[in-house]
């Protein structure tokens, strides 16, 4: 693609020339990116919980997720390759269908599960400050750290904090770390003795469930721990070669699933597996089993939360961002649009997201106080499953237009397979022990579309037009 073809942002430079994003990310750089954007929250926090519905074969879900979620990342493969541009799913759904109304459900859908993204791990950074500390508190003293965390992260947001790719690079160095750490003291207790192995090939369903609504839920459960690789197209405008993406997606995703899985087998390996479903804090009881007597425990705790605390932040700049990009277009109220002076950051949008996962985070404790982590993560996954089947609809429709440069081309089944695959998972059978999910995802979307309506109606009596929305890709 030449150089002439960037994506234009607002402003020129001196001779008149349109600005454009620096392409600055070669190989390397970008898959580090995609490694540590798909790495954080999700296996910290939930490889208990896999694990607690199917048993020690906890690592058969993490594989079916990746699965699911390969299948989609080629959909993404050809998309991006073949749009390069930085608005993600919100530009395909608009491209395909071009109906505002079901761009506007993509792109608010992406915007809710950033919310319930940054809500979980603000939960997960609470839980292992508490275990670091070695504080004794109740879930409201759990819940009030999360919230106090939250109300920290907004105030960063509101300085005008922006993504720096290298600063990814090095959180995800101490994500690797981490699980690293944890592979490395389970194998370590596999050959001390203090692991048993025989756990990792018992499969036991909780609550007589089927093995099939048990594998259903527990790959939909595990999904969280895959999201984050679709966030990664919104870089192909800084990629010094868009048809790079193929490959180091498809790295990148690997070597998060083989991680993944290592550390699904140390875990039931080394803790009871009643133990592990329970804990808010898997990984470190899995490093605290595995090498009793070594002071690594008391830092993994740390690293956590260093780990997590970065979903958070991206997650939150993400959605208030998303929030303001839409005020912009005038699909919701204009006032989410307004910035503070000197910081130029959009204070509503900031304040109102943050306001959204407080909510969250004190209805979820308050009603489920044993599964916050779980029911907030499997919300993320719920919301993501559904912008995934759309992605693989889009990619099927826009066959049809062809473009004038080269582009990856996905096997015509896999968006296929992916469509079903995950509709299915979005299906009630897939949650059937956390039906709150629904709720939580339902009123979050029911939020956005009273607030597009409230626009809609605003936009037509006093300017005499509808909802526009018309560049998508402003959204980013």
């Not at 506007?104 to 939960?123: D, H, K």
């Not at 780990?307 to 958070?312: D, F, Q, T, Y």
Request: proline share 4%; hydrophobic share 55%; glycine share 8%.
């Amino acid at each position: 693609m030449s150089q002439s073809e960037n994506t234009t942002v607002e402003g020129s430079t001196g001779q008149g020339q349109p600005e454009t994003l620096k392409r600055v990310m070669g190989p390397k750089l970008l898959l580090l990116f995609i490694v540590g954007d798909i790495l954080g929250t999700g296996v910290y926090a939930l490889t208990g919980k896999v694990a607690g519905q199917v048993g020690g074969a906890g690592w058969a879900p993490v594989i079916l997720a990746f699965a699911v979620a390969m299948i989609t990342a080629c959909s993404y493969m050809e998309l991006v390759t073949k749009y390069p541009r930085a608005a993600g799913a919100a530009l395909y759904a608009h491209k395909a269908f071009g109906i505002h109304f079901i761009t506007f459900l993509v792109a608010f859908a992406v915007l809710s599960s950033g919310i319930t993204s940054a809500s979980t791990a603000s939960n997960v950074f609470a839980a292992n400050m508490v275990a670091g500390f070695g504080w004794d508190l109740p879930g409201s003293g759990v819940m009030w750290i999360a919230l106090g965390f939250l109300a920290f992260v907004a105030a960063v947001n509101l300085r005008g904090v922006a993504e720096s790719v290298w600063f990814n690079v090095v959180l995800t160095l101490v994500e690797l770390t981490g699980l690293l750490l944890v592979i490395l003291v389970g194998f370590f207790a596999l050959g001390s003795g203090n692991a048993d192995f025989s756990r990792v090939v018992i499969f036991e369903t909780a609550d007589d469930k089927s093995v099939f609504l048990a594998i259903t839920g527990a790959t939909a459960l595990a999904f969280f721990s895959m999201v984050g690789f679709e966030d990664s197209v919104n870089m192909v405008e800084e990629t010094k070669d868009p048809q790079i993406f193929p490959k180091i997606m498809l790295t990148g995703l690997s070597i998060t699933g083989v991680i993944y899985v290592l550390v699904s087998i140390v875990a039931v390996a080394a803790v009871p597996i009643g133990q592990l479903a329970e804990s808010e804090t898997p990984l470190l009881d899995v490093v605290r089993a595995g090498a009793p007597g070594v002071p690594i425990d008391a830092i993994f705790p740390f690293m956590t939360m260093f780990a997590v605390a970065n979903s958070a932040l991206i997650n939150m700049l993400m959605a208030s961002r998303l929030l303001y990009g839409m005020a912009k277009q005038n699909v919701l109220p204009p006032v989410f649009a307004k910035v503070l002076r000197n910081r130029r950051s959009p204070w509503v949008s900031i304040i109102f997201t943050t306001l959204i996962a407080f909510a969250l985070i004190i209805a979820v404790t308050t009603i489920l106080p044993e599964s916050v982590t779980a029911s907030l993560g499997g919300t993320t996954s719920l919301l993501l499953l559904a912008v995934f089947a759309v992605v693989n609809v889009a990619v099927l429709i826009l066959r049809r237009q062809t473009v004038d440069h080269k582009h990856f081309r996905t096997p015509t089944v896999l968006p296929w397979i992916g469509v079903f695959t995950c509709a299915f998972l979005v299906g009630p059978w897939a949650r059937l022990d956390d039906l709150i999910q629904y709720q939580i995802a339902i009123a979050l979307i029911g939020i956005g579309v009273v607030l597009w309506a409230v626009t809609w109606l605003w936009n037509r009596s006093v300017r005499g037009s509808s909802t526009r929305f018309r560049h998508p890709e402003e959204l980013s």
